[in-house]
């Protein structure tokens, strides 16, 4: 049999940092690539950790912004390990509060990264999921505040059951070209880029979880979003509440959700609890 083989994306700092070192000690057993855009912060990253004791961690580089770059990193895994077993989509960003830009920009550069990085990932590696394969896409509760501030109608969008990958897309667009035109409040959308990039991923999670569902039923796959709380990195500044190791508990409980496992799975999970949408 291959050996075994988790992804986690963004992990030069951070929550990712610390999903790839809870994996480590969860006691995964395979390899776990850290994967980073930059090189040199992956390789010092790596590093850290192998004095720490983690030797099964691997870097690859990968920048979820660039689909060149997640087609390298899936051929990599089909001719180094023939599949994979587990994916944290953990990468992220933000502009700060203070932040200067204007809304549209803004929006349009968060959903680039959150949702459609998210996304040009997925469409590289979801389709070498080995059976029992789990996959996290790191959310926040940010999206569920977020869902609540839209109106009526676009609720009902989100939260049809029979959305589809397609039709998220068109919403999200709509979003970032409502922000451009600065009409996207009088649309009904909520005033925040980064919460509307959340809906979207946390929507995404759920649209792929019926997927898998549908075309792999006897396979086990189990894939979810989850928020890992207010969590003290470079994103959410350090008067956050928790530590990045406690930040990773959750999606490190989702990747190594036990084989045979049947749920959680196309939710949306924070403090290993599934949260109503
Ligand atoms: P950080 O800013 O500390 O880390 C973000 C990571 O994502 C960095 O490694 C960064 O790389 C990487 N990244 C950004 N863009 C890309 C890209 N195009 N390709 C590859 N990697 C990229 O943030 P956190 O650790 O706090 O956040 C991790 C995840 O958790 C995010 O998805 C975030 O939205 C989510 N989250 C965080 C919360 C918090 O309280 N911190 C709360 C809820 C959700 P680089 O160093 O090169 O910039």
């Not at 350090?238 to 530590?243: D, G, H, M």
């Given at each position: 049999m291959s050996k075994k083989v988790a992804v986690v994306t963004g992990a030069n700092k951070g929550i990712g940092l610390a999903i790839v070192k809870g994996l480590c000690k969860a006691g995964f057993k395979g390899d776990i690539l850290l994967t980073a855009r930059n090189e040199k912060l992956g390789q010092e990253a790596i590093a850290g950790l192998q004095a720490e004791g983690c030797k099964n961690v691997i870097f690859h580089q990968l920048d979820i912004c660039n689909q060149g770059s997640s087609l390298k990193l899936k051929k990599f895994l089909e001719e180094k390990?023939?599949?994979?077993d587990v994916l944290v989509n953990n990468a992220g960003m933000a502009f700060k509060n203070s932040a200067t830009e204007p809304f549209g920009e803004q929006a349009e550069v968060t959903m680039r990264t959150n949702f459609w990085g998210t996304l040009w990932v997925c469409h590289a590696l979801l389709p070498i999921l080995r059976p029992n394969a789990r996959v996290v896409n790191v959310s926040s509760f940010v999206s569920k505040k977020s869902i609540d501030q839209c109106n009526p109608e676009l609720q009902a969008k989100f939260r049809n059951k029979d959305l589809s990958e397609e039709e998220l897309c068109l919403l999200m667009g709509e979003f970032v070209h409502a922000a451009q035109t600065g009409d996207h409040t009088a649309q009904?959308?909520?005033?925040?880029a980064y919460g509307t990039t959340k809906i979207g991923v946390t929507v995404l999670s759920k649209i792929q979880a019926r997927v898998f569902s549908e075309t792999r039923p006897g396979d086990g796959i189990l894939l979810n979003a989850c928020c890992p709380g207010m969590v003290r990195t470079d994103m959410a500044g350090?008067?956050?509440?928790?530590?990045p190791e406690e930040g990773a508990e959750t999606p490190v409980y989702l990747a190594m959700l036990?084989?045979?496992?049947?749920?959680?799975?196309?939710q949306l999970v924070w403090d290993k609890t599934v949260q109503e949408w």
């Open positions: 390990y023939g599949g994979l009904g959308w909520p005033n925040t350090q008067n956050a509440s928790k530590s036990p084989e045979g496992a049947k749920e959680p799975h196309g």
